[in-house]
Each structure stands twice: as structure tokens, then as C-alpha cells.
């Protein structure tokens, strides 16, 4: 496929249709993480309620063991691990749906659908951390030489084996609390449960999200303070688009990333700029000839949480060489817990997780688009 016929996905363009597909598996394997109901049966989420309020710590326990498993579904998935929520999810939307009759929903407004933005994902490698309370990222570099000998008896120099340096990172602690009538509860238990549950883990990956991009912005200022742009160059953007990744790979050359002229590579911006970015990569009336193409793969996202103007000035893109040094850290998977505030009849189901990103600014070349 040329790169020139890319494959549209939502806010995203890419160089080959596996590309595209293994983005939109991932999308939807995210978003049935995050709304697979907790309870699919009306005598379970009843029981389970039962085992909330009855006061004894064995069954509430128990109860809420469950409820916090339910919560860890999305951390689960982007871990690799097996979730029982998200298996026994599957398992329903198979077959027939059990009946409410008591209750139908039609819309379900989980707060602005925009936010949940997942193009970040592209930036930052995932590394699973649940039992570290701190993570290095150590970038080890190979320092042995071959020298020039005079003779067969000349002194060899010595090199050291290797070198390297580290970028430690810790947690950020985050929570999340909701109070919850306990009579809604025992009148509704499978909806309330599936809402809550359902509301929390939303939120939360809202959270990363903005969380992300923060990280992200920070980078971009970083690198653009350094003097990692790139100019508007030759009147055309794909030689602007070229001589950015070119800049990228030289500056991240020889470090141990395996660079080579087929790396792909990530540029994002703000949605605004998708038409202006998008016509360097089509043929014009559907001709190739004469019309001049990016050389070089270069994905590209658009979202509404980075500026036009990247926060610094003028009409700019970011482009990324993703999932090396930038790293999201997920020390601690979202868990629920409860308490009973019997003054107010409510439980209240409270979230917490802890993460952190670190976003490498020497793997970011600003792009100056006009």
C-alpha cells in the first residue's frame, strides 16, 4: 500500500492497514474494559449487596474483593493479564441479555466522550509495575572498541564493557470518591453496582489522559527550548516532514534503539491541523506524478488536548519517537474500597492508583508547519 493511501481511524492516519487494525483491536479491547459490568446476573448483584451491608466483616470483605477485582479490569488488560469481569463480559454479549424490567437505559452519559483520549498510548511504552514503589529506565550503551595496531605486538587499549544512564521515576497517587445510597443500593443492586464500578474506571482513564498530555506539553516545551525544531522548509511540508525525522533519528542515533530509515515514527496535533498535515500525504487528483510525498513512515494523531500552537507560538506539530524513553508507569492498579457512613445511609465507594509519566524531550522534534 502507498503510503500515500493511508488508513483513516478516528483521529489517527497510518502507513498499513495492520496498523490500523491492531490500533482499532486495541480501542475496543480498551472500552470494553472499561464498561464491562461488574455483575451480568440480578441474584448475584443482589447477594453481593447483601454481603456489603450485612455487617459482617467476612462477607463484606468477600464483597468488596469482588467489586475491586471488577475495578482492576482496564489495568488488567493493559498489563496482559486475564480479567474474570472482562471474560464473563464476553461470554453475555454472546448470548441473550437478561431482562430488567424495572429499568431502561437508553443513553448513558459518562461524562464528555472527547476526553477519552487515547492517542497517548502512542507516545508511551506501558510498563506494569504493581509491586515497585520506584522504576529506573537505564539507557546502557556498548563501549567496546577495535583499534588500530601497529604490529602484532602492540598494547591493546583497554574500553570498558558499557555505559549508561538512569531516569528514575516514582508514583503519583491519585483517588476517586463516591457516596452512594444504600437504599438505591438494595432497590437496584445490579445497576448501581455496574454504574459505579463502570463511572470509576471511565474517570480514571480520563485522569491518565489529561494526566498524559500534561506530561506530553512539558516535553514539548522542553525540547523546543533546546532548540529541537524544525523549520518550514523548501516551501513544502513533506520536506519539512523529512527533515524533522531525519533531526529525530540523528539526535536518538547509536543508543540502542535499533533506529533505521523504516522506524516509524509519531507526529501529533491538534485536530484543527488534520486537513493541512493530511494533504502532504495525498496524491493530488489522484495522480502520483509530480506530486511529492513524505519519504520517510510517520503516523499521525490529532486531538483536541494539545494546542495548535503547541503552547509555545505559530502553527506547530510534535513529532515523537514513541515507546523508547517516554514511559507511563502503573505502580498501583485502580482499587475500591468502602466505607459505611451509617449518619449519611450511603457506602462509600472510594478509588484510588497510583502512576507516573516521564516523557523523554530528546525524542521530540518540533515541527514548524508553515
Keep these: 500500500?502507498?503510503?500515500?493511501?493511508?488508513?483513516?481511524?478516528?483521529?489517527?492516519?497510518?502507513?498499513?492497514?495492520?496498523?490500523?487494525?491492531?490500533?482499532?483491536?486495541?480501542?475496543?479491547?480498551?472500552?470494553?474494559?472499561?464498561?464491562?459490568?461488574?455483575?451480568?446476573?440480578?441474584?448475584?448483584?443482589?447477594?453481593?449487596?447483601?454481603?456489603?451491608?450485612?455487617?459482617?466483616?467476612?462477607?463484606?470483605?468477600?464483597?468488596?474483593?469482588?467489586?475491586?477485582?471488577?475495578?482492576?479490569?482496564?489495568?488488567?488488560?493493559l498489563a496482559g493479564r486475564k480479567n474474570d469481569t472482562v471474560e464473563r463480559h464476553k461470554t453475555i454479549n454472546s448470548s441473550v441479555m437478561p431482562i430488567t424490567p424495572a429499568m431502561v437505559i437508553t443513553f448513558l452519559n459518562m461524562g464528555d466522550e472527547n476526553q477519552l483520549d487515547m492517542e497517548w498510548m502512542k507516545v508511551y511504552a506501558i510498563d506494569p509495575l504493581g509491586t515497585a514503589l520506584a522504576a529506573s529506565v537505564a539507557e546502557i550503551k556498548n563501549m567496546v572498541e577495535w583499534y588500530d595496531l601497529d604490529t602484532d605486538t602492540s598494547t591493546i587499549p583497554e574500553s570498558n564493557l558499557t555505559a549508561s544512564t538512569w531516569a528514575d521515576y516514582r508514583p503519583r497517587w491519585k483517588g476517586a470518591r463516591v457516596n452512594i445510597s444504600r437504599e438505591i443500593m438494595q432497590r437496584d443492586p445490579m445497576t448501581t453496582v455496574n454504574l459505579v464500578v463502570s463511572a470509576i474506571r471511565y474517570k480514571a482513564e480520563i485522569k491518565k489522559s489529561q494526566d498524559a498530555y500534561t506530561s506530553i506539553q512539558a516535553g514539548i516545551v522542553t525540547a523546543n527550548g533546546a532548540g529541537?525544531?524544525?523549520?518550514?522548509?523548501?516551501?513544502?511540508?513533506?520536506?519539512?516532514?523529512?527533515?524533522?525525522?531525519?533531526?529525530?533519528?540523528?539526535?536518538?542515533?547509536?543508543?540502542?534503539?535499533?533506529?533505521?530509515?523504516?522506524?516509524?515514527?509519531?507526529?501529533?496535533?491538534?485536530?484543527?491541523?488534520?486537513?493541512?498535515?493530511?494533504?502532504?500525504?495525498?496524491?493530488?487528483?489522484?495522480?502520483?506524478?509530480?506530486?511529492?510525498?513524505?519519504?520517510?513512515?510517520?503516523?499521525?494523531?490529532?486531538?483536541?488536548?494539545?494546542?495548535?500552537?503547541?503552547?509555545?507560538?505559530?502553527?506547530?506539530?510534535?513529532?515523537?519517537?514513541?515507546?523508547?524513553?517516554?514511559?507511563?508507569?502503573?505502580?498501583?492498579?485502580?482499587?475500591?474500597?468502602?466505607?459505611?457512613?451509617?449518619?449519611?445511609?450511603?457506602?462509600?465507594?472510594?478509588?484510588?492508583?497510583?502512576?507516573?509519566?516521564?516523557?523523554?524531550?530528546?525524542?521530540?522534534?518540533?515541527?514548524?508547519?508553515?
Design 1 to 77: 500500500m502507498s503510503q500515500a493511501q493511508h488508513q483513516y481511524s478516528s483521529n489517527s492516519y497510518f502507513g498499513s492497514k495492520q496498523d490500523q487494525d491492531i490500533w482499532e483491536a486495541h480501542k475496543s479491547a480498551m472500552l470494553e474494559s472499561i464498561f464491562a459490568p461488574a455483575v451480568v446476573e440480578h441474584e448475584k448483584a443482589k447477594a453481593l449487596v447483601d454481603d456489603i451491608l450485612s455487617g459482617d466483616s467476612t462477607r463484606s470483605e468477600k464483597a468488596w474483593n469482588f467489586i475491586a477485582k471488577a475495578a482492576r479490569s482496564t489495568d488488567d488488560y
Design 228 to 370: 529541537q525544531v524544525t523549520s518550514y522548509t523548501g516551501s513544502s511540508l513533506p520536506r519539512t516532514f523529512d527533515a524533522a525525522r531525519y533531526a529525530l533519528a540523528t539526535r536518538n542515533n547509536n543508543k540502542g534503539y535499533q533506529l533505521s530509515a523504516a522506524t516509524r515514527m509519531q507526529l501529533m496535533a491538534n485536530i484543527q491541523l488534520e486537513g493541512v498535515i493530511e494533504a502532504a500525504y495525498n496524491f493530488t487528483n489522484f495522480i502520483a506524478f509530480g506530486t511529492q510525498l513524505p519519504q520517510r513512515p510517520i503516523d499521525r494523531a490529532y486531538t483536541y488536548n494539545l494546542a495548535a500552537d503547541l503552547g509555545i507560538s505559530g502553527t506547530k506539530a510534535a513529532l515523537f519517537l514513541p515507546q523508547r524513553g517516554s514511559r507511563h508507569g502503573q505502580f498501583k492498579d485502580l482499587t475500591i474500597e468502602n466505607v459505611t457512613r451509617i449518619e449519611n445511609n450511603a457506602i462509600v465507594f472510594v478509588g484510588r492508583m497510583g502512576y507516573e509519566f516521564i516523557t523523554e524531550s530528546d525524542q521530540i522534534q518540533v515541527v514548524n508547519l508553515a
